[in-house]
């Protein structure tokens, strides 16, 4: 076993930690393996690698997620600086809607964290130049990506420092409704 499997506590969301060996040469982590993510990915299949580079401490990116059909997992990992990742279940029905967990990821610490479909993703940098990998089971697809606005009281995700450098799109999300039950992913 090469990777580790850690819940939580939002369903499908869960921290994929990399098992890291060495010698006197150096040192060797599995970053992603199908078959050992199997359990987690289900029919998934990994389709689409992004980076973000993002430089300013406090800035804040998210929270997005696409609408079914193109609804996609991601799994996240932090290649530079340091991160407040945050995973915002959406969907319909299930018994954390609406709730929010966080990881601080950061390079070398041999973590990423896996964003099941119909659950709002984002992040805020902790450290200057921070560097996000993302592995998508779907393609970007305009038409049927969705957010939900950093400061949503609904959602009240406690950002650790104040959030700035937030793109005129990320700002344009809007607040949820009041009689907002959740999508399907």
């Known amino acids: 076993m090469n990777l580790k499997i850690d819940q939580t506590g939002i369903d499908g969301a869960v921290i994929v930690s990399s098992i890291r060996r060495g010698d ?31 430089a300013e401490p406090g800035s804040v990116r998210g929270m997005h997620f696409q609408h079914a059909p193109h609804a996609e997992k991601k799994l996240i990992r932090c ?16 018994p954390t809607f609406l709730q929010w967990r966080a990881v601080e990821l950061a390079a070398g610490d041999d973590r990423a964290l896996l964003i099941p479909e119909g659950c709002a993703h984002g992040f805020q940098v902790l450290e200057a130049g921070a560097s996000l990998l993302y592995l998508h089971t779907a393609a970007y697809a305009p038409h049927a990506e969705g957010g939900v606005r950093y400061d ?25 409704a009041a009689d907002f039950n959740g999508i399907t992913p």
């Open 79 to 94: 290649i530079a600086g340091r991160v407040f990742d945050v995973v915002l279940d959406l969907r319909v029905g299930s």
């Open 152 to 176: 949503d009281p609904r959602a009240a995700i406690a950002w650790p420092l104040p959030p700035c450098n937030l793109s005129e799109r990320d700002l344009k999300h809007p607040l949820l």
């Open 24 to 54: 006197d040469r150096g040192t060797f982590s599995r970053w992603f393996c199908e078959q050992e993510l199997a359990p987690v990915l289900g029919d998934s299949r990994i389709v689409q690698a992004n980076n973000s580079i993002t």
